[in-house]
């Protein structure tokens, strides 16, 4: 093996063209088949912008009709759809995909990495993202846009004459696009945490990644209530389910739980990457580090724990009881003091430095000015009393939109006028930057801080017209025209970011002077570093020396590719020590498949297609299958290798230093709360009715006992196939494997016997209906359970699953462990809880 | 009957016409006169001319609010501006480091824990923690419906519920609770001017209590979004002194006396009363709004049009269009004659 030190100028460009081919996009239309971070970052920002202009049209045209009382610019229901969409467009398609995409197109070049860990999962989310987007968004052309307000409250959502099939799309596109949220959140935790540059140990990350990573856990805990949700909502839209039907024993208020479990720390999985991208702008124009390092990491942290407890915020008016209402006053106001830290450590970092004003900046410092004005606010309706007045008024529109603009559009521009030469090696315009600064400053205060007074005024929102004598007449006038001086702002960053820009000759690498990795990276490679570095500073470009030209000279790790695999280094999660060479995958077809066709599925379902959805569902899971049969756990040509620098590594590693093992276990973390989720949905039944049961006949104990007993054996029986796969006994191991597998069957029949042998009506009442989704939550996920040991089983088989090389029966053991605990719950709840009261 | 009961409405208080004029003159004819008259002319349906308890408690809580926030907001904006200077000499990071703790962590701390202690204070007296052990004398049912309101008033001293919508009078100075429901989806229950909103949620029950301090004449609408037509649900509220509002619970207890007038048959005879009862009539339905007393209520449609002949008769004749998705079916199609004898018949009954 040649050392980096003693290569030749001649070796070195050998070894940088073997790197770049390994690298290198496909040409032609199989440019779109790329999965390489670069590209799947760049492609997912500019769908989640165009998203987000659409929305943004939607709502000038709701200004315009909202612009003179008793107006008819749009129709009722037009309007209706309008606001919903435009809700649910900025809410789910644009403010937390934007912030996937760029920690996607950032993170590795800012870690060090040559890629995040699963490059083809990334390319998934970012097809499934635009399918389901495209679809949400198309429906308004059609008239068939959700319009139930992007909160969907039942008894009007799930009522199907008002509704049409607009809450259909609302429910199945975006939990489509909330898979493709959490398949982000996999990818961004598992990247921060294993796929950092060596030497880049936790405290010494970029605050970007830190920030990133505490989203991304929260997007695991928030997006499977909505998922469970959403899974409840559509079961009662289709079969006539009736969670949410007060006559049959449901509560539309469960959804409203559900709903803001999720939309609350929704605020915060907007509004943290915002300030991420705050906390890298700020230092590199105070030419200084951050102040006060650990305070805003901790005061994140506390943001992202803080805001799982005031979802009932939202829900003052619902008449739950005072001293709830006392308390959920109380951890609102409580998530402020965090709030105001981060602040704070901006402004100190700008006292302590020496401030660049640049376009930036503005957007940053503006954003913060306007960020303030919403949080005060935020501070005025988190207080019970205040909020029974402003609840559901403009004042309520004013405080959301002051906080996200603010806290997230501004810093989101911001960002763009940053990080845009790291996209086409130069900068935007300084000139355009500063007009559409002021443009869309000034055009933003304009629109809604009239609304303030509207709403106190008692303008309620969601109101497609007023009458003309009850005093809003100018105060709307002024929003419509502040409104448009908005939007002209950010026509004018649209352009900027358009106009051609070739003749321009190419810009500096670093052109602010900043001190993190990502600004050595060079657009025209896709490599993201020629070398991956030893880091030892929090701003390694300011304090480690000559560090540039030693990375682009090759000096450090995995310079080279002689093997023809993309590959980049796992470390450990606190330290950052080198543990493994791990290759990812490549270019391929399969990803666009599989988010088709999955797409697909859920778009027949919206059509009650039957058919068509089912054969759907079997090519996606041939594609899946397919995807990990060729792509993942493939048993390496030798065992280790020289990464460089005289260090060697394993290319296969299973179990928890296994990427894939965190992969799963991030995963059923989610897949955990969804679950949760329905069986808090159970309690609440339980606890609004005297009886829930309302005398209808339960599962009885024998059958979910029988079940839960099967289940455990057949967890057990995979936990000795490990075993004896870790002895060396592949003919044991696969028996082992066949006994699971009949014993999962044998469960799942047995699981389906309870309810189905006390005939329980599912339409009829709340209790079978609850009863029926535990059980079929628990069933399909033995199905999977069992695909995966039938999985296991071909593995081994073939020869791919071998006593050293086992990260799949790994991987899917600890699928087990979490099945074994939801059949437990399942079947203790609704087996044993009866008898309890 | 009918004389004393608007006198005593409309003597207490600015007809509802020339205060509408009146803030009209504010918003266009004058704008000099804007700043003064934010809070001022904001009229009937506005938390910032609080007309009740709740209302005037929270008032205060906001100008509070208001005015510290300000101050806060100009401090925080002040220091951005001066931190964005270009400086020779920045400050040292030791005393950068204090500021995160005083400005982001010590003072919003101290600050909040005021507002919550006060709050907290304030609260058992706008809305009790537990139900009042002295019941109210009266009781107001109100049942949201797309897009009206079906409004029941129970009276303390026992005697008979009587039923009416889209309009509710209470008695000035005596609190009164309203139990809040709905037969179809989730609607708000809101009367700024008195105090805040409770949401109508199918299978609960909701507990409002208000007290109005003034007697006047204000708006509500409905504030959660139920609907096509969720703008265009509202109701008129009056509030009366205690006296005329007796007067008038105990005339609306009774049959109009214009029942028998011409159009009754009309009314009958085109199904009418299959989804509106007219006390002392053969209209017993329930379907839609009770028109008893329709032609004495401040407006029609829930709130939306001026109550005469002439808007009635275009309800009859086009209400999807005047209220699009109402339940009601356009009767365009009888003849203009008997639609104008209907309207001229309900504008009667008062």
């Known amino acids: ?837 | 009957m009918r004389a004393d009961c608007r006198a005593s409405v409309d003597g207490g208080i600015v007809p509802f016409m020339r205060h509408r004029n009146a803030h009209r003159l504010g918003g266009f004819a004058v704008p000099a006169l804007l700043p003064s008259c934010l809070a001022g002319c904001s009229g009937i349906q506005s938390a910032l001319e609080p007309a009740g308890e709740e209302a005037a408690s929270v008032f205060n809580l906001f100008w509070f609010m208001f005015s510290g926030g300000a101050i806060i907001w100009l401090g925080v904006v002040a220091l951005v501006m001066y931190a964005s200077r270009a400086r020779q000499n920045p400050h040292s990071e030791r005393a950068s480091g204090l500021l995160i703790l005083w400005g982001g962590a010590i003072f919003p701390s101290a600050v909040l824990a005021l507002l919550l202690g006060f709050t907290f204070w304030l609260m058992p007296g706008i809305r009790p923690w537990t139900a009042l052990a002295d019941a109210p004398q009266l009781r107001i049912e109100v049942v949201g419906e797309q897009f009206w309101w079906r409004v029941t008033y129970f009276p303390g001293d026992g005697s008979d519920a009587v039923v009416s919508a889209n309009e509710i009078r209470l008695p000035v100075g005596q609190r009164v609770e309203f139990t809040l429901k709905s037969n179809d989806v989730i609607h708000s229950f809101w009367i700024p001017s008195l105090g805040g909103k409770m949401d109508m949620i199918p299978g609960r029950t909701n507990r409002l209590s208000l007290l109005a301090t003034k007697p006047g004449i204000f708006r509500g609408p409905c504030a959660e979004y139920c609907g096509t037509s969720h703008a265009l649900m509202a109701f008129s509220v009056v509030a009366m002194e205690p006296m005329a509002f007796g007067k008038w619970l105990s005339r609306c207890a009774k049959s109009s006396e214009n029942v028998a007038a011409a159009g009754s048959d009309a009314f009958l005879a085109n199904g009418c009363g299959a989804c509106h009862t007219i006390k002392g009539t053969e209209a017993t339905g329930v379907i839609g709004p009770d028109l008893s007393h329709v032609g004495s209520r401040r407006t029609l449609g829930a709130g939306i049009l001026p109550n005469n002949e002439a808007t009635i008769a275009r309800f009859i004749t086009e209400p999807d269009r005047i209220k699009p998705g109402v339940q009601m079916p356009a009767f365009g199609m009888l003849p203009h004659q008997d639609i104008e004898t209907i309207a001229a018949y309900l504008k009667g009954l008062k």
């Open chain 1, 1 to 837: 093996m040649t050392r980096p030190e003693t290569a030749s100028v001649k070796g070195r460009q050998a070894q940088a063209e073997r790197l770049r081919a390994v690298w290198d996009n496909p040409s032609g239309w199989r440019y779109w088949t790329s999965v390489n971070n670069f590209q799947i970052g760049l492609w997912y920002g500019s769908a989640a912008f165009a998203f987000m202009l659409f929305a943004g049209v939607l709502a000038l045209l709701m200004r315009m009709q909202l612009a003179l009382p008793e107006n008819n610019f749009l129709s009722a229901d037009l309007f209706n759809q309008a606001f919903t969409l435009h809700g649910t467009v900025m809410m789910f398609l644009f403010a937390v995909p934007i912030f996937e995409a760029i920690a996607i197109f950032l993170l590795p070049p800012m870690l060090g990495a040559r890629e995040l860990p699963f490059p083809r999962l990334s390319a998934f989310g970012f097809w499934s993202f635009l399918i389901g987007g495209v679809f949400v968004c198309g429906s308004i052309f059609f008239n068939a846009a959700p319009s139930s307000g992007w909160f969907m409250y039942p008894p009007l959502a799930t009522d199907k004459d008002f509704s049409g099939i607009g809450a259909d799309i609302w429910l199945l596109g975006l939990s489509f696009i909330e898979i493709a949220s959490i398949a982000a959140a996999i990818e961004i935790i598992v990247g921060v945490m294993k796929c950092r540059a060596p030497g880049m140990r936790i405290n010494m990350m970029p605050l970007f990644a830190w920030y990133l990573l505490i989203v991304a856990g929260m997007i695991l805990f928030a997006f499977p209530p909505l998922i469970a949700g959403d899974l409840l909502f559509e079961m009662q839209r289709m079969f006539d389910w009736p969670f949410f039907d007060a006559q049959r024993g449901g509560d539309p208020l469960l959804w409203q739980h559900l709903f803001w479990i999720f939309g609350h720390p929704e605020v915060y999985i907007i509004f943290l990457p915002a300030i991420a991208l705050m906390a890298m702008i700020v230092p590199t124009f105070a030419q200084r580090p951050i102040v006060g390092y650990s305070w805003i990491v901790l005061a994140a942290v506390g943001t992202g724990f803080l805001s799982f407890g005031l979802w009932v915020h939202h829900m003052f008016t619902t008449g739950l009881p005072q001293i709830s209402l006392a308390f959920f006053s109380a951890a609102s106001e409580a998530v402020a003091i965090p709030t105001g830290v981060q602040i704070f450590v901006f402004i100190a970092t700008m006292l302590a430095g020496k401030v660049i004003l640049s376009v930036p900046m503005l957007f940053g410092t503006g954003g913060i000015a306007i960020f303030v004005i919403g949080g005060l606010t935020g501070v005025m309706v988190a207080l019970a009393p205040f909020d029974w007045q402003a609840h559901d008024t403009y004042f309520i529109v004013a405080h959301l939109h002051y906080v996200l603009i603010g806290g997230m559009l501004f810093p989101v521009i911001a960002g763009i006028y940053y990080y845009y030469p790291l996209v086409d090696a130069r900068k935007l315009s300084d000139h355009l930057g500063r007009l559409a600064f002021w443009q869309m400053f000034i055009g933003f205060n304009v629109a809604f801080f009239p609304m303030h007074l509207a709403g106190l005024r008692g303008m309620p929102r969601r109101v497609f017209t007023y009458p003309a004598d009850i005093g809003w007449h100018w105060l709307n006038l002024i929003s419509t025209v502040g409104a448009f001086i908005f939007a002209a702002g950010v026509l004018v960053v649209v352009i900027d970011v358009l106009r051609p820009k070739h003749h321009a000759p190419r810009g500096e690498t670093n052109p602010w002077n900043a001190g993190t990795l990502e600004w050595i990276s060079e657009p025209e490679e896709n490599w993201g570093v020629r070398s991956i570095p030893i880091i030892t500073s929090r701003y390694p470009l300011w304090d480690q020396k000559n560090l540039a030209s030693e990375i682009n000279e090759g000096r450090f790790y995995l310079p080279d590719a002689q093997e023809g695999y993309r590959e980049t280094l796992v470390t450990s999660v606190l330290d950052a020590e080198p543990l493994q060479c791990l290759r990812v995958g490549g270019t391929s077809y399969v990803t666009i498949v599989s988010a088709a066709s999955l797409g697909a599925v859920f778009i027949a379902l919206t059509f009650h297609w039957w058919i068509t959805a089912l054969i759907c569902g079997v090519v996606t899971c041939a594609a899946i299958i397919y995807w990990l049969w060729t792509g993942t756990a493939e048993i390496p040509e030798k065992p280790r290798k020289d990464v460089g620098l005289g260090l060697i590594l394993p290319l296969y590693v299973s179990g928890p230093s296994s990427v894939g093992w965190w992969a799963m276990f991030i995963t059923m973390v989610g897949d955990g709360t969804a679950f949760a989720s329905l069986v808090f949905g159970y309690f609440f039944y339980w606890t609004i009715h005297d009886d829930f049961t309302a005398g209808l006949a339960g599962p009885g104990s024998f059958w979910p006992m029988v079940a839960l007993a099967l289940f455990l054996a057949a967890w057990l029986a995979l936990l000795t196939a490990r075993t004896l796969n870790d002895r060396g006994q592949p003919f044991a191991m696969r028996l082992s494997l066949m006994a699971a597998l009949f014993l999962t069957a044998g469960g799942s029949a047995a699981g389906f016997m309870g309810p189905w042998s006390h005939a329980m009506a599912p339409t009829a009442h709340i209790y079978p209906a609850i009863v029926w989704i535990l059980v079929i939550w628990m069933l399909a996920h033995a199905a999977v359970g069992l695909m995966m040991q039938v999985y296991c089983l071909a593995r081994s088989l073939t020869g791919r699953l071998t006593d050293e090389y086992d990260m799949d029966l790994r991987n899917v053991v600890l699928y087990w462990h979490f099945l074994s605990i939801t059949a437990v719950v399942t079947f203790a709840v609704i087996g044993l809880f009866p008898l309890a009261i």
